[in-house]
């Protein structure tokens, strides 16, 4: 199985996994076993907890996000998401910046005139919220999104669940991706992913009818990130959740967690 390194639909998809980067020898040293107890299930898929550590890890579809886009949804519904996704089933707007509860349509200054600016959770605090850049663009940046219950302080058997800007890895098929946790999801759901990911790993990335149905691996590396939220680029993401996966033990150790 021929294991790619993707961190950028753009620079990084494609290449060999770096032997120089991966360490062959470190590996090698690192026993291929996955000590692992369940964690929590989640709309009935087993969320695992490695050892006496934070990380956890669980297998599952792929749904594709676009929140943060500027391309994710417009007043005509021809958006790259469905306008309904971005609404609770009362009809509330959740998907996409609202003032006084009208949606925030893009100016001609900003990168998608026209559509609605759409949100993450992860922000960069600096800029205003209708500021479309002010999000994490899914079709840019590999990010995950993870539900209420794996987040914060108190997840369950005493995990110190995942904040705003920890890393990840997300792996598919025999392709490898870097990600970052940007964007809250529902409470009963795991198995969702920007479009950036999706398209990463070789997964149809159409937030309308793209995704996967399982066998979607996603190990999440919490108390990682910088603090507070802050936002990374491309590039400290790439660097630093490789960092993360090859302290874990890197593909010795997600092999062995997957038999």
Known sequence: MKLLLVGSTLAIAGLNFPASESSTAAIAQTSPQCSKQELVSIGGRKVWRYQNSN???????????????????????????????????????????????????????????????????????????????????????????????????????GLRGARLGDLAVVYYKGKLVNAIFADSGNSDEVGEASIAVAKALGIKDSPRSGGASSGVTYVVFPRSGMGNGKLRTLEEIN?????????????????????
């Open 239 to 259: 660097t630093e959740a490789q960092k993360q996966f090859k302290a874990w033990g890197g593909m010795a150790r997600l092999n062995a967690c997957l038999k």
């Open 55 to 157: 990380i956890f890890f669980y297998t599952s579809k792929m749904a594709v996000d676009a929140d943060g886009s500027p391309h994710a949804y417009h007043p005509n519904n021809t958006g790259l998401d469905d306008n309904s996704n971005a609404r609770t089933r009362s009809g509330k707007w959740v998907g996409v910046v609202t003032v006084n509860g009208k949606p925030v349509i893009q100016t001609a200054t900003d990168p998608a005139p026209g559509y609605f600016v759409s949100p993450t959770t992860l922000v960069d605090d600096k800029k205003t919220d209708t500021d479309p850049t002010k999000y994490v663009d899914s079709e840019k940046i590999p990010y995950i999104v993870l539900p209420p219950m794996l987040q914060g302080g108190n997840p369950p058997d």
